[in-house]
C-alpha cells in the first residue's frame, strides 16, 4: 500500500471521517460535503494523470476562490505534483515567468484569464491548457474532462519532506523567487493555526482573501479542512457582500487585511447586521490603526495579529485578542511549533529591547527556493535560522515588535511590493536618468509606492507618463501612484540611495 503522508491524504481521511459534512459554500449558496469534495478531487487526479503529470510535476492554477481552485490542488498533492497557484493581478510577462521558472506542465485558469494566459503559456512552452468549467466543443474545459476521466487509480507515495506548492513571492533583485513549501511546511502551519486560533469543526470560515495568497491557503483553507469545518468561498471581495454572508451562514472565522476591515466598518450596513456568530477575526499585512480596533470592539469584536511572510507558510507569530490593549504595536509571540529570536548585526543575539534581524526556525519553514541555491544559502544562517530581512525587537515577556524592513519592502492592502522591480522598469523610460520607489503611508491602502526619478532635461516625465509605461508590464497594484522629480537622489559614499532620507522627505 502506497503511503500518503503529505496534505494529499486529507481530503480521503475528511471523506471518511465526515462525508455529510459541508464542506465548501460557493456561489449563491451552492454547497459541496467533503464525501462529494473528495470525490472531485479524485476526478481531477484522474484528469491531471491523464495529461501526464508525476511525482514532481508543477500544476499551475490561475483563478479565483472556487471549489476548482481547491481541487486542483489536492488533486496534485495525490499525485506527488507540486501545486503552483498564479497570482490574478500578474501581467503576461510575469505569468510566463512563473511557468518558465517552475517547468509547469500544465496551467489551469479560469475563462476570464484565456487572453492573459495565451501568450505567457507560449512563451513559457507549457505543454497543457485547461480552461475551468465546460470549455468549448473544440476544447473541453476542466468540468467536462474530470467527468469523462478514467477512475482515479490512486495516491502516489509521498511524505512530509516532498514539495507540495511552489509560492512566487516578488524578488529584492526584480523577479519573483519561487518559495518551495513542503508538505510537512503546510502541515505545521495549519496546526499552528489549529492550536493558536483555535478552530474547531463546527466553524464557518469567509474566504475573501484570494487563496493564490500563502496566508489564505496556508491559514485559512488548510486548518478548515484538517479540522472538517465549513468555507464559504468568495470569488472577491465587496463590503456589502461580505456583511450579508456573515448573517446568512453564520460566519464564525473572518481573515484579511487592515484595508478589508476598515471598508466593512465603514459600509452603510455594519451596523445593521448580524454579526454575533463571529469569534475569530484574524489581520495580517500590517498592523490595525486604532480606528479599526475602536469600531470592531464597539461590537464586541477583537482581532487576532499576526506576522510571517511566505517562507514561514506564512505564520511566525501571532498576537491574541485578549493582549490587542496591553500589547498594541506588536505582532504577538512564536506560533505553537514555531520559533523566532533577534540577532544584532555580528549575528549573536540581541538584548532583550534590542533591535536586530528577525530570524524564524521551525517546521513550517521553507527549504529554500526553487532553483536558487545562492539565495537559498543566503537566505539561511549557520545554524539554519531564516534571515528575515526585518528589523524587529522582543520585550521582557517574548512579544515581537517589527521595527523596520532590511529590505525596504513595500505592503499595500495585503499585497508585497518589492521596490527593485519597479526601478529595474522605470530605468527603462526615455528621460529617466535614475529613480528609487519608497513606501509612502495611505489611509486606506496602509502605504502605497511612490517612485523619486531624476530626468534628463527636457524630457516630459509625468505620473501619467510613468504608469502608462509600467501598465501591463505589472499588476496594477505595484504602478506609483506618484511621481517625484528630483535634481538629484541622495546617496552614501558607496553610491547606494537612502531610502531613509527620501521617505522622511516625501514619507511623512
Known sequence: ????????????????????????????????????????????????????????????????????????????????????????????????????????????????????????????????????????????????????AAPFAGPVATDHRDPAAIVYTSGTTGKAKGAVLTHGNLTWVALNCVVDYDVVSTDVALMISPLFHVASLGMG???????????????????????????????????????TYQLMADHPHWSSTDLSTLAKLTCGGSAVPPRILNAYEARGLSFSQGYGMTEAS???????????????????????????RITDVTGEPAPTGGVGEIEIAGPNVFPGYHGLPEATAEAFTADGWFRSGDLGYLDDDGYLYISGRLKD????????????????????IDGVTSAAVIGVPDERWGEVPWAVVTVREGAAVDTDTVRAYLDGKLARYKLPKNVVIVDELPRTASGKVRKGDLRARFGA
Open 314 to 340: 506564512p505564520g511566525a507569530t501571532s498576537l491574541p485578542p485578549s493582549m490587542t490593549r496591553a500589547k498594541q504595536g506588536s505582532v504577538g509571540l512564536p506560533h505553537f511549533f514555531t520559533d523566532v
Open 409 to 428: 519592502m513595500i505592503i499595500s492592502g495585503g499585497e508585497n511590493i518589492y521596490p527593485p522591480e519597479l526601478e529595474q522598469l522605470l530605468g527603462e
Open 1 to 148: 500500500m502506497m503511503h500518503q503522508h503529505g496534505i494529499g491524504a486529507w481530503i480521503a481521511k475528511r471523506r471518511l471521517k465526515s462525508a455529510e459534512k459541508v464542506a465548501l459554500i460557493h456561489g449563491e449558496g451552492a454547497t459541496l460535503t467533503y464525501g462529494q469534495f473528495a470525490d472531485a478531487v479524485d476526478r481531477i487526479s484522474a484528469v491531471l494523470r491523464e495529461q501526464g503529470v508525476g511525482k514532481g510535476d508543477a500544476v499551475a492554477y490561475l483563478g479565483e476562490n472556487s471549489p476548482e481552485f481547491l481541487q486542483v490542488m489536492f488533486g496534485a498533492a495525490q499525485l506527488g505534483a507540486v501545486f503552483v497557484p498564479v497570482n490574478t493581478r500578474l501581467a503576461p510577462r510575469e505569468i510566463a515567468h512563473v511557468l518558465t521558472d517552475c517547468g509547469a506542465r500544465v496551467l489551469i485558469h479560469d475563462p476570464e484569464f484565456a487572453d492573459r494566459v495565451a501568450d505567457a503559456a507560449s512563451a513559457a512552452q507549457t505543454p497543457h491548457l485547461v480552461v475551468t468549467g465546460e470549455g468549448s466543443s473544440q476544447r473541453p474545459g476542466l468540468t467536462r474532462l474530470a467527468g469523462e
Open 221 to 259: 483553507a488548510l486548518p478548515v479542512v484538517l479540522k472538517g469545518a465549513t468555507m464559504v468561498l468568495e470569488k472577491g471581495f465587496e463590503p456589502g457582500r461580505a456583511l450579508a454572508q456573515i448573517e446568512r451562514h453564520g460566519v464564525t472565522m473572518l481573515s484579511g487585511v487592515p484595508t
